[in-house]
Structure formats: structure tokens, C-alpha cells
């Protein structure tokens, strides 16, 4: 081989090696410039119904082309459907009003110009919570007139939906500073976060007190009382999980027992309060 040939060779080895290394880009920074992702964060994951659901969002890699759609699961299947629609960059973005009371869950997704999917974001549950009458709990009662009815309170009719305090239930167990206690929300618990009680005594006998106490698993316990003609109301905050709404009552008169009836009231995300 001639001298001449040689170094022909040798330079375009030289210059292949080159421009190879040159178009060698590492495994790390390839995916790097090619993966999508997108973000979403709910303002507030417990609204009232009256409110619109609202997200901060944001995207890394999705092309600006592309769009972001929020989507909301419907129905028993979980069907997601669109709700919204934005642009692909970082912002706000805000769903339709709920239809009613209840737990639904959203997602983001990243889409291509030509509708290709490159990115979904995790899943935002939010609790669409209202005021609500909630049923009685103590059915059957034994006292009279019952665990529902009116009572006229003062110069006030007194609607009540609930009761503790028949001889059998409370006795001497109801007789203060001891309660007699009784279960309202069972495990696993309540859709409530706060409960609202208005309560009176029964029989309205001059000289009667009567008390209520809350007790739940992590909150420390609340107590209300109110006299004859008189309509107590407390308003407790809710941990969630079960609690007991136990009764007392003091009497002037010690011969005769006292019923606690009362009308309870709900911020919950369901109609019965439950779970």
C-alpha cells in the first residue's frame, strides 16, 4: 500500500470516529428530552355543593401543540369524560359545579395535536359536602311521645327527629354527672364534618337540666346542656370516624325521668351521613 493510501485511510477513520462521538447522545438525556408529565393539585379537596372544583396544574414535555383535558369519572363504571379543557403550559384550571352531594374523582391528561395520549396526572379525589337533616338513629324509643314529633319548648315548637332516655335506656346510668350512652355513627363512621344538635328535655318539668356529650376516637369529647324552656344547640366538629351521642339529665324532682330529644344536622358529603 502506498504511502498516499495509507494516510487517505487513516484521516477518514479519524473523521468517522469523530463525527460518531459527536452523534452519541447519552441514554439518560434522550429520555429526558422526550418524556411528558403533567401535574394537578386540587385548591381545596372538601367544597360546598355550591362551589366549582378547582385545580393548579402544571407540564413538563408536552409539546405546545398539544392540550390538557381534565377529566371526571361518571357513573358506576367510572367513565372518564371530559370536562375541561386547557392549554399545555402551568396554571389554573376549574371544573362545572357538581350536580349534587358526593365523593368524584379528577385527572388531567396530556394529548398530542393529533389526540395521542403522553401524560396523566395522578387522581384528585374531592368531597362535595351540604347542609343535611339526618335520620334518627335511636328508633325504637319507649318513651313517649317517641323518637320524633314536637314539643312545645317555651313559647317555641320544638321539632325533634331523635331521642335518647327512656327509664330502661338511661336510669340511673342517665342520672348527672353520669351519661347514658348511645352509638350514632357506627364503624366505619360518617361522610360528616361537623354535626349540628339542637336538643331539649322531654317533659319540660320545671327545674330540669338536661346534658349531651360527644365522644369520637381522636377529638377530645364536647358538651352542651340546656334548661327547661329552653332549646339547647351545640355544633361539633367530626374526626370522621364513629361517635357516641350520650344523655344526662338533673332533676329538681327526683321521681320521674327526663328524655333528651333533638334534631341533628349535617355538613356531609352524603344524604344519611353515612359512609
Known amino acids: 500500500m502506498t504511502r498516499t493510501r495509507r494516510t487517505r485511510l487513516l484521516w477518514g477513520a479519524a473523521l468517522t470516529a469523530s463525527f460518531g462521538a459527536a452523534l452519541v447522545v447519552p441514554a439518560g438525556v434522550a429520555a429526558a428530552r422526550t418524556a411528558a408529565s403533567v401535574t394537578l393539585s386540587a385548591a381545596h379537596h372538601r367544597i360546598e355543593v355550591s362551589q366549582q372544583p378547582t385545580f393548579q396544574y402544571g407540564t413538563s414535555g408536552v409539546p405546545t401543540s398539544g392540550k390538557l383535558l381534565l377529566q371526571r369519572q361518571f357513573g358506576t363504571a367510572g367513565v372518564w369524560k371530559r370536562v375541561a379543557t386547557t392549554t399545555p403550559t402551568s396554571?389554573?384550571?376549574?371544573?362545572?359545579?357538581?350536580?349534587?352531594?358526593?365523593?368524584?374523582?379528577?385527572?388531567?391528561?396530556?394529548?398530542?395535536?393529533?389526540?395521542?395520549?403522553?401524560?396523566?396526572?395522578?387522581r384528585n379525589t374531592i368531597r362535595v359536602y351540604g347542609n343535611v337533616l339526618l335520620p334518627g338513629r335511636n328508633s325504637p324509643c319507649d318513651f313517649a311521645p317517641g323518637c320524633d314529633g314536637t314539643l312545645q319548648v317555651g313559647n317555641t315548637i320544638f321539632t325533634y327527629t331523635d331521642g335518647i332516655g327512656d327509664p330502661e335506656d338511661m336510669g340511673d346510668q342517665g342520672v348527672y354527672p353520669d351519661y347514658a350512652q348511645s352509638l350514632y355513627f357506627k364503624q366505619p363512621g360518617s361522610s360528616c364534618r361537623s354535626l349540628t344538635v339542637n336538643f331539649a328535655n322531654d317533659e319540660q318539668q320545671p327545674g330540669t337540666t338536661v346534658?349531651?356529650?360527644?365522644?369520637?376516637?381522636?377529638?377530645?369529647?364536647?358538651?352542651?346542656?340546656?334548661q327547661t324552656g329552653q332549646i339547647g344547640e351545640v355544633t361539633v366538629a367530626l374526626d370522621g370516624g364513629p361517635l357516641n351521642i350520650d344523655a344526662s339529665y338533673k332533676v329538681a324532682n327526683d321521681k320521674h325521668y327526663e328524655a333528651v330529644?333533638?334534631?341533628?344536622h349535617g355538613s356531609c358529603f352524603t344524604r344519611d351521613g353515612l359512609r
Not at 362545572?96 to 401524560?119: D, F, S
Not at 346534658?211 to 340546656?226: K, N, R
Open 91 to 122: 396554571g389554573t384550571v376549574t371544573a362545572p359545579k357538581l350536580p349534587t352531594l358526593g365523593k368524584y374523582r379528577y385527572r388531567l391528561v396530556a394529548e398530542t395535536a393529533t389526540g395521542h395520549v403522553v401524560a396523566t396526572s395522578k
Open 211 to 226: 346534658y349531651l356529650e360527644f365522644v369520637q376516637q381522636s377529638l377530645d369529647p364536647v358538651y352542651a346542656s340546656t
Open 261 to 264: 330529644v333533638y334534631t341533628v
